[in-house]
């Protein structure tokens, strides 16, 4: 008896949104760790989340349309879901847009 496994490029390819935002993320994370607060302004934290956020966000617009389905048994892609994301991501971004001068001014407090 065959089992078919569930994971599949096609699969992965439905959640690409949140795979991109995960690894804009890890890349904050490792430049902070690795970068510190050495003549930082903050600039390329802000350029980092928002060039993944807007990938993500082209991601979710590739979304639109799709069939129904389920990812990896756990996330759901449907009309809903997808303009969840876009309105979540859409927000996101202006948020980051908006807040990275002020972001920038209180960047002692970074750990």
Do not use: C, H
């Amino acid at each position: 008896m065959e089992t078919e496994n569930p994971i599949s490029v096609g699969s992965l390819g439905s959640i690409l949104p949140e795979i991109l935002l995960l690894v804009g993320g890890l890349l904050i994370l490792l430049f902070d760790t690795f970068i510190g607060d050495e003549e930082d302004s903050g600039a390329s934290y802000m350029a980092i989340s928002i060039l993944f956020l807007l990938s993500a966000l082209i991601g979710v617009i590739f979304q639109i349309g799709i069939q129904e389905r389920v990812a990896l048994v756990l996330v759901s892609i449907d009309p809903f879901a997808t303009f969840a994301k876009l309105t979540i991501f859409v927000g996101m971004s202006l948020v980051a847009v908006a807040g990275g001068a002020y972001m920038n001014r209180r960047i002692a407090g970074r750990g």
